[in-house]
């Protein structure tokens, strides 16, 4: 089955510590990226990715780093997680301008 | 100003209602349009393309036109199942290959 896996679903962590969301494809997609979904604000894109070790920042990279050392593997690492980065975060991944296919999203609170 | 634009809603409409959403855009350049659907904190998932000639999907129709910058998704015989938040998205001319631009979203609750 086609999809885009994410882990863990839910994580409650404290301000400072570290952590690692994983995304993982099995699509063959050369495009991955990541977005977080707040209130009233829609998705907004975090990072983004082209193909193998090409990353870029989207609109709210501040506190993240992303990571492409696979094709099918696009983790999201927070080195110093804060509250503002309470969030539910999705992955997704795709091919041209056209639809994108989403994990089944990562909700984190960071306390 | 926020790049795309949505009513948040919600919308209660009756099962068979006929139900409209709108959604306007920034960047004049823009070059691809679409709708997703989020069901309650899930994956947004599309729901379809937006052609400048206008596209039908069964009961969904979408409309988009570039001189107001305006994009439609209309819902005929509103179904319970239909209850979910519509997302307007845009890709830009500039930015990031497949770089989406998501409105913040309209919420639909269908009720019986």
């Known amino acids: 089955e086609a999809q885009v896996t994410q882990n863990p679903r839910y994580l409650i962590t404290v301000t400072g510590k570290k952590l690692t969301v994983t995304c993982s494809q099995n699509?063959?997609?050369?495009?991955m990226s990541w977005y977080r979904q707040d209130p009233g604000l829609g998705l907004r894109q975090i990072y983004y990715?082209?193909?193998?070790?090409?990353?870029d920042k989207g609109d709210v990279p501040e506190g993240y780093k992303v990571s492409r050392k696979e094709k099918r593997n696009f983790p999201l690492i927070l080195e110093s997680p804060s509250p503002n980065q309470t969030s539910l975060y999705f992955c997704?991944?795709?091919?041209?301008?056209?639809?994108?296919?989403f994990g089944p999203g990562t909700r984190l609170t960071v306390t | 100003r926020k790049e795309v634009e949505q009513d948040p809603g919600p919308f209660n409409v009756p099962e068979g209602a006929t139900v409209a959403f709108n959604c306007t855009y920034s960047n004049s350049a823009s070059q691809s349009f679409f709708w997703y659907r989020q069901d309650c904190r899930k994956e947004p998932k599309l729901l379809m393309s937006?052609?400048?000639s206008g596209n039908e999907d069964g009961r969904f129709t979408a409309q988009l036109n570039r001189a107001s910058q305006y994009i439609s998704l209309l819902i005929r015989d509103s179904k319970l199942s239909d209850s979910a938040t519509y997302l307007c998205?845009?890709?830009?001319?500039?930015?990031?290959?497949?770089?989406?631009?998501f409105g913040a979203g309209t919420r639909l609750a269908v009720h019986p």
């Open positions: 998205v845009v890709t830009p001319t500039s930015g990031g290959y497949n770089k989406l631009i």
């Open positions: 699509m063959n997609h050369e495009y």
């Open positions: 990715s082209m193909n193998v070790e090409v990353t």
């Open positions: 997704a991944s795709g091919t041209g301008s056209r639809e994108q296919y």
């Open positions: 937006v052609y400048s």
